[in-house]
């Protein structure tokens, strides 16, 4: 069967599976979030802010380091949907052994259960690094691009309206004193590996289409050159990387909001729960700004205006040390950010990228962030020398700066010539 019929064919079952895959991945994500979640637990078995630097580190490292090599190995493979089945098992069952350790040694043995934690967090980012590419790619074959708008939109929406379920349902185990620390954070993981268990059970229903494959990169070492060539020949996709990293940067600091309301401000534990809804509340309502934006005027200006809301989380963050109602603000703006930032640069770099080199544009796109990326343990060693509200200060400057890149980038939407080639 020809390639397009394929997609035609099994359209409607995937935009179906894709959902099911979609929305319980961001319940999951909720559930397990990076800026809330995660931080109040490790602050409970640790006092150190660098442990809590190295969790984020550690999962911005592992979701880009394996994209390259990734990218290599399934240039030629036709059916890539067996990679991401695998890559998702093993996360599902890491976040069940996690639950596991957390609810017998938490109280006990709190270094063990940090130690395997890191070790098995650090497996768990190196296997979404191996998805990230496969997924994209497989995205973007099942769903045409005409119709892809809606199907993310329909997903955001649905996926952030459990997300924001989810920081209830947080909420709600962390104030339940019969279940007191470590039983509530194992019964949240435990959760978490529930949903990424529906989220793969999403995905296996998902038909992949098969289009015909050649090697264009004869050994890692000529995809890697090629790697080069792309962001040496393409100044487009230079302004494109520069923008991107300097964001990426600046949300470094996203893992110490809820400790420093934790810690400097005392608020109640409970309210992380709430902080998580607030955040997924925020990037769900600005969703439906940034698809209209994305449609009608383009990504570049949805990463314009997703910067603008970056510079001012870091702001209201500084005004919260006094008034700390201000910080239900501060997470209404790093998910409207973070949200705007996904949709904006995903979206441009599939316009971007032709169909042969997208694999190795959206492997590059993410490799080159790693400096970037191990940038919240720097923050996290940082905070043993200058206060919060110096680094606060510093994020501002720096989010104001990261808007000239992006104003410079050219939509490849409304100018051809600005798609990435070699």
Known sequence: MDPNEQVERW?????????????????HDALVSIHTVLPSF???????????????????VGQVVPQLVTAYAIEDRPRRKPILLGVITFRWLSWGLIA??????????????????????????????????VYADIFAKAIPTMRRGRFIGIRQLIGYGLAITAGYVVKSVLDRQDLAFPTNY?????????????AFTGFAMIKEPVFPTQRVSTSLRHL??????LARSNPNF??????????????????FYAVYALAEVGVARSTIGTYLAMQMAGAAASNLLWGWLADRFGNRLVIIASSLAGMGTPLVALLAGATPGLFFVVFLLLGTTMSGMRLGYQNLILEMASLDLRPTCVALQNTLLTPVVLLPLAVGGLLDVFSYQTLFWAGAVLMAAAIVPAVRIAD???????????
């Open 11 to 27: 359209y409607r079952r995937n935009f179906i599976a894709g959902l099911v895959h979609g929305v319980f991945f961001q319940m």
């Open 42 to 60: 490790l602050a409970l078995l640790t006092p150190s802010t660098l442990a809590i630097g190295s969790m984020a580190a550690i999962q911005g």
């Open 100 to 133: 596991y350790l957390t609810w017998r040694l938490g109280a006990d043995r709190p270094g063990v259960v940090l130690a395997v934690f890191l070790v098995l967090f650090t497996l768990f980012s190196f296997a979404g690094g191996v998805g990230t590419v």
């Open 186 to 198: 194992a019964v949240i993981f435990a959760m978490a590996a529930v949903a990424l268990l529906v």
């Open 224 to 229: 890697l050159a090629r790697a080069v060539r």
């Open 238 to 255: 230079r302004r494109f990387l520069t923008s991107q990293a300097a964001i990426t940067a600046v949300l470094a600091l996203a893992p």
């Open 412 to 422: 490849p939407r409304f100018h051809p010539d600005a798609v990435c080639s070699e």
